[in-house]
């Protein structure tokens, strides 16, 4: 069989309906094969990032793998950011890129290109990617096909990467009578390094059974562990209150009482209240990194015994020294916690620790209405009274990003899918359409900037040609606010080139066929957004704000996680901390 056509065949066992691709002559061979097939299309992109983005929205509904696919030279190197993010946020993603014909290739010759488009794109991404390849032998692609896709979605799950040139694309192979991954002594290896760490289930329940102040901290690693159902569990049987980093936000359905906000840098100022007046800290699959303790890791639940479960034996103990450091997979590690819990947890008395909670949450709320202006915070919580349990929010980089994870209410069902180590701007939109195609019920909400928005504005061709039923809220403050905001904190409020003009959004929608609305009241917000929500198919909604609205809270240099700005009076916090106060540094 033609190479090309096992590859495909390969994709559709992983049950991949869906491959991103913008077409060229690199990757002919390999899109012709899914041309002739009913079980398998293609979603033609205008932009290569914006296939990555759309493949990664993809693996992160369907829990299993986003595929796309660029030809070479520009094409493979625009795969580049979302191949970044993927990496950084554990996402299993399969990248394809056409190569030139072998015997065009200038492997170790110090020339710098023979075939046109030629470009060494494996020794690009072996930093961003857990396996890169350039495949030169067809009798070895089973091997590598099968490497990488195992790769991808075992240990911390990532990003891979096959080269495959257009002469290997079409050659005949016998996939049957070539070696398998799974036959070698590579993959015997992988599977012994990927082994958990033993679970010391006694001595963590002992510390649950002696906290007064209890909290759990939920990471990326629960949606990338598929252990929301074992979280949820664990929080029936204990009632422990849980926070979320950005990136686990949607780990818990926000009607749980025991929920109560997101922590870090512009967490809640009431989340961050908590967490660090805890004296357990149960931290699930998250590393930890400064957007969640500060630029102080040393401060971070200073008062608490801490214990850290986490895929990535390098995390453990990287940035925040724990008590209990656990290497292991989230699942069979909170299946074998809530196993013993069942026939050993008594109910502990911590009503006294949520009424201190309730206390920060009442006299700190992050929401403020206002009359005269759409407070952003606001807005997020009318929108989510907008949105049904089987929808899935995408949300951009920038201030609105902020807004919506400190603000939106997600309901059983939602998802909430956030670029988190690559934070890049451009992500929400592709991401929606790949999150759509993935579970193809509900409806995709892109929240975005009026920066952001426009960075792969191209694809509202994508989804209007493809029907896909996508709402676009666009924050708009003409201003890249999240920099502007840091120019006018740091840098003596000089903007510089942050301040934008921006172009008529609604117009452009409808440019593409596409249905649009305006607010710019708050008088407005409820019946556009119940309009919206009306309509079946795409439709762009432009909000504007203020120009020089900010996020609030805001954690600073220098402070630890409790002590954000705009700044509580130093005998108000501490008179609401239960631990001592830390010593004030200056800011740099």
């Given amino acids: 069989m033609k190479l090309s056509d096992y590859v495909i065949d390969v994709l559709v066992e992983q049950n991949i309906k869906h491959v991103f691709e913008m077409i060229g002559g690199g990757i002919t061979h390999l899109l012709d094969s899914i041309y002739i097939r009913e079980d398998i299309e293609c979603v033609s992109i205008h932009h290569e990032q914006a296939a990555s983005f759309a493949a990664e929205g993809y693996a992160r509904i369907n829990g299993n793998l986003g595929v796309a696919m660029a030809t070479s030279g520009p094409g493979a190197l625009n795969l580049l950011t979302g191949i970044g993010s993927c990496y950084f946020d ?43 390849e350039l495949v030169i032998d067809p009798e070895k692609i089973r091997y590598h096909l099968e490497k990488a896709i195992y790769i991808a979605q075992n240990g911390r799950p990532g990003p891979v990467l096959l080269d495959i040139p257009m002469n290997i694309q079409r050659a005949n192979i016998d996939p049957k009578q070539q070696v398998s991954f799974f036959d070698s002594e590579e993959y015997q290896g992988l599977v012994k390094e990927e082994k958990n760490d033993e679970f010391l289930l006694d001595e963590i329940i002992e510390l649950m059974k002696n906290a007064e102040r209890p909290i759990i901290l939920a990471g990326g690693g629960i949606r990338t562990g598929n252990a929301t159902r074992e979280l949820n569990e664990l929080v029936k049987i204990t009632k422990f ?12 359905s926000h009607a749980n009482e025991e929920y109560i906000g997101m922590i870090g840098s512009y967490g809640n100022r009431y989340s961050n209240l908590a967490l660090a007046n805890s004296d357990l800290l149960l931290i699930l699959g998250s590393r930890l990194d400064t957007r969640q303790t500060g630029t102080r890791p040393d401060t971070f639940a200073r008062g608490a015994k801490k214990v850290h479960v986490d895929i990535d034996r390098l995390e453990l103990n990287e940035k925040v020294k724990v008590d209990i450091a656990i290497h292991s997979t989230l699942k069979p590690f909170l299946q074998k916690l809530t196993e013993k819990l069942e026939t050993e947890w008594l109910d502990t008395n911590i009503s006294k620790w949520y009424q201190t909670i309730g206390m920060y949450k009442d006299n700190y709320p992050t929401a403020n209405y206002q009359e005269d202006s759409i407070d952003p915070n606001w807005f997020m919580e009318q929108l989510s ?13 920038g201030q609105h990003q902020m807004w919506a994870s400190q603000s939106l209410k997600l309901k059983d069902g939602q998802r909430l899918l956030n670029s988190g180590g690559m934070g890049a701007m451009g992500f929400a939109l592709p991401a929606a359409m790949g999150a759509y195609l993935a579970k193809e019920d509900g409806q995709a909400i892109v929240i975005a900037g009026d920066g952001g928005i426009q960075v792969n504005i191209q694809e509202f061709d994508t989804i209007v040609s493809n029907n896909l039923p996508i709402k676009i809220i666009i924050m708009n403050n003409k201003s890249l606010g999240m920099v502007r905001q840091f120019q006018d904190l740091y840098f003596e409020k000089r903007r510089q080139s942050t301040i934008i003009s921006n172009p008529n959004f609604p117009g452009i929608a409808r440019a593409y066929d596409m249905k649009a609305f305006t607010i710019n009241t708050v008088s407005e917000v409820e019946s556009v957004l119940e309009q919206v929500f009306l309509e079946e198919g795409p439709v762009l909604v432009d909000v504007s704000i203020a120009s020089d609205v900010v996020v609030n809270p805001k954690l600073v240099v220098n402070k630890p996680i409790e002590d954000m700005s705009p700044h509580l009076d130093r005998d108000e916090l501490k ?9 004030e540094q200056k800011n740099n």
């Fill in 385 to 397: 009274n907008n949105l049904k349990s089987d929808d899935t929010i995408c949300l951009d980089v």
């Fill in 575 to 583: 008179k609401i901390m239960l631990i001592d106060l830390v010593e």
């Fill in 90 to 132: 554990s996402i299993p993603c399969l990248f394809i890129t056409g190569q030139v014909n072998t015997y065009e290739y200038k492997f170790d010759k110090k020339i710098r290109q023979i075939g046109f488009q030629e470009t060494d794109i494996v020794s690009v991404v072996k930093p961003l990617t857990k396996y890169a």
């Fill in 241 to 252: 209150p849980v926070v979320s980093s950005l990136m686990g936000i949607d780990s818990l």
